[in-house]
């Protein structure tokens, strides 16, 4: 299986590749501990998302309240389509 | 199993669950129909798989249950009557269901599809007549409340809905085709930080508006599924319609299945019944794979056996106490041993219940009216023997509404009501279960069956037997009644086979006539578990032999004047012939024949023999375990048991080797006519 | 207590996806034989038999492995090269081999008597021949290869085919054959 993360340190950009479920929970979280304790994270590309559940979306959420350095938070980008529709079936708007 | 799997399982086990219920529904219907908590009832079950199927995406068991829910609405509605035809109707289109459910991909659907057809065409008068009312295409379909109102709809989830494959996001998608879902507030409270966080668990919660037409009972539906994973409150916030008092404002509730019990609109009876099945269901069950029980079973097997191993030790130690501990430990043992085979009990009223659709089939086909009572339902036993004693009860409920039944015609003749009857009865007795199919039909005739026995050279013509041996020829291979003898003469069709299948089961199977019900009873005697049994050890050249104790009559040591020449074939055991079976010689073992021989009597379907071996050990409590592989083509030993001392001893067949000796027997009669040898004596 | 399963010569291998190449050899008769690891559980000494009656004479008996209830079986008889002689360096290898009798369709453990157990080698598939045709006295099926070791031929058994189940269930109703020499 490829890898669901993509993080690169000179841009602070930490991509979603793929699907965002509860198959691949683990070790989404894993890669998102391991970018935000690099200290460089600074944003989530979600372009590449192909598929949310309940679990990719609590992934959105906590790495949405992740803060940076001087309290900066990161943010998310890129909302792919089936990212929108997942937040939208919950009620959470997409601010950008 | 992945996540989804599971889920497809427990949807699996649910819509069988559901289907079976529905099953009974339908036939108790039939005499019952005007009782609105049946016809409630029958719409859930087909109501909550349309919902559950709907979760997966199973679009082929949506679409053909939306029709039969839209039916069965009606009918609760009292806008049709359900006649005869139409509860035949709906039990095929309940075997259709559950042909549908258990297709597992959507495509593979299509080779079903002209059965649905047929019964979706025969449905068409009982669902179109209402005139437009009911729009066909809608997937939201009214259900109860004809108007719309907005509810609010609480939703907490467990902590595990995401491993369970349980996702809230599909829960609320599909809560959509029941309305309008106005907003959605997901509850991040508990969701942690990053670094506290388990990613499969869920910390999310949802509360929800929807402005629906369904009433409560079908938005809670949606959540079945999942009902120990999700605890659903619904509130209508402004209702528009009337609505259920008893439903409206319902306090949360930990378990969705109490609340879908209270029910439909008005009648102060029905609350106070499912008051009364609150109560009844306050004893609580949960779901547990067949294989981790049957897992379980087998360690308290190794655990019997080993508890075995140390009280043989601990005694030949001489120790006090050691002997005291090990005494004591055996005690556990054998509390353990009952309590883990009694969690695989299972009340053979399920099994029973099957027979009402069988019966109503059978007598429909024959053109009989045949009602099946039946009692001792509660009775347990072993699940494993449940499975395996639905073939030939089949067999013999069929049997009896076949060639125990008369027909209408016959039995008013006879001044009987033309109502026939089958008795499914069970209950227990010394360890064994007992089940008793009985039919009130003209019972069985001696002569008629003597006669047909003698035709087939099943005995001879000066043979002696008691009413008893003469009715239990016809469990007799070969005793096939092709012609019509009398109205009674089909019974020999098969019979033989359910005795082989009875028999496999360590059961037996006996014929009684005068009957229960004056016709005639089958009576299955089978043991409550195949896991262990109680066994009399003996042993023959270097191997020890268990019999099943349920089997042996007596054991004797023969004194010197009795002790037997090597071609003598029977003794006289107390004014009885008994022909023996000499285990040494009948499995060519070699070795030294002892000087001493002694006799284990063992029974078995009123015949008798004298099994002789080396050495009688005594009697032992020991789990079997089935001989299978390269041994399935072995006659005379039923399986094998582990002893104390790790030695593995064989289970010997005795059925089977009174049938192999009686054969032999035959064979030699038949060659030698002037040597006139006795039967097997009958006891 | 006399039970196998405690043998201090008790040699368990332990599976792992590398071993495709590895095999077991061991002696029957004058013969050196191997088995893919895969197929092998375990080898214990020999001993604590019961004689199943009315079997084959290839059929030894059954033994109790740690509560399961295995068949033994002599593969010198299977070859029709006659019962071999227990000596002190027998043992039973106790393989697992597909089941195929009624619904049973999963891997059953079934023990085979060798008469010596030789080491584990690793036999690389381009020192594997073909079976030959003729010439090794064994049916044909039951051989998987012949492996090259050191200059020397190993038969390679094809156990699955050597022990199948339903065959070897199909040959137990030879019932009626006479069989002596059976008890010690």
Redesign the interface.
Known sequence: MKDTLRFSPESGCLAVVGELTIYQAKAAAEGLRSAFASGQLRHVDLAAVTELDAAGLQWLLVAARLTVNDGEPVTLTNHSEPVCDALALAGIEVSS | MTTMATALQTFLDESRELLSDMELLLLAMESRSGEPELQNALFRCVHTIKGSAGMFGLDHVVDFTHVVENVLDRLRAGEIALSRDLANLLLRCRDHISLLVEVPEPSEAAALQPGGVVLLAGLEPFHSCAGSSHAQTDSTEPVAAEASRKCRIDIRIHADALRHGMDPLGFIRFLGTLGDVAAVRTLEEKLPVLGDMDPETCYLDFEIDLVTSADRIAIENIFELASDLYQIEVQDQCPVTEVDPVAAPLPAQPDTDESVESAAPGAEEQADTSQQNRRRKQVQHFRIQADKLDNLINLVGELVISSAAVSLGAEQSGDTPARESAANLNLLVEAIRDSSLDLRMVPIGETFQRFQRVVRDVASELGKDIELVVTGADTELDKTVVEKIGDPLTHLVRNACDHGVEAPAARSQKGKPTRGRVHLNAYHESGSIIIEVSDDGGGLSRERILAKAMERELVRPDAVLTDQDVFNLIFEPGFSTVEQVTNLSGRGVGMDVVRRNIESLRGTVELVSPGVLGGTTFRIRLPLTLAIIDGFMARVGDATYVVPLEMVVECTELSAEQQLGAEQHYINLRQEVLPLIRLRAHFKLSGELRKRQNIIVVRHGGQKAGLIVDELLGENQTVIKPLGGIFSNLRGLSGSTILGNGQVALILDVPTLIQQVARQEDAANRGFQSHARPRLSAS | ???PQTSAEDVRIAESSGDQNQYLTFQIGHEMFAVGILHIREIIEYG?L??????PEF?R????LR???V?VIDLSARFGRGESTVNRRSCIVILEVE?S??D?DQL?E?GIIVDAVSEVLEIPPTEIEPAPGFGARIRADFIAGMGKVQGQFVILLNVDQALN?RE???L??T?DA???????
């Open positions: 207590m006399n039970q604590s019961t004689t199943v009656p009315m079997m059929v008996g059954v033994i109790n509560g399961s209830v068949p089941g009798t009624g049973e059953q079934v189940t070897l269930a199909e137990d109703s019932v006479p069989r002596d020499g059976y008890d010690s």
